[in-house]
């Protein structure tokens, strides 16, 4: 009798990425997209009727920053990615964060909507990534698991 051939993990096919803007975040979708190989969608422009079919689409990586969208995507959604540049609650962060907001005319990003989701949507898989070394580590882990499941399937 065989062992069993142990399930891979699903891989992603629709993914929301939250966060910080900047150039982290912009870089993360880029390459969560690349990874994923599915089109990244700037969601410039989409409302209503167009993220509604947005999310009927099987593969997408876009961003979660508009309530809209996510209204629209989230229900779909496989998997939340959450990028930040610098651990919240620390002192650095909370003094880098009034002096943004004394400086900038760009609102506050709100992801109070991520902790929610214990909540409204247990089962979905939430990512938290805090500064560029963890979005490498675990970019590359996503492209190993993508190579094993390849290989799996062959």
Known sequence: MHAPVPTPPRIP??????????PLLTGALERLAATLDLPLVPLDGLAGED??????????VTT?????????????????VVVLTEEPGT???L????????RSEVP???LAWVEALAVTRPTLPVVRLVGAEAVDAWLASLTDRRETTSR???
């Open 64 to 80: 979660a920053d508009r309530y809209d969208a996510r209204a629209a995507l989230l229900p779909r959604a496989d998997l939340v």
């Open 51 to 60: 993220l509604v079919r947005l999310a009927e689409f099987e593969g997408w």
């Open 108 to 110: 506050e990003v709100d």
């Open 91 to 93: 002192l650095r962060s």
């Open 13 to 22: 096919q629709r993914a929301l990425v939250a966060g910080t803007p900047g």
């Open 95 to 102: 003094v880098r964060r009034t002096v943004r907001r004394m």
């Open 152 to 154: 799996q399937a062959a």
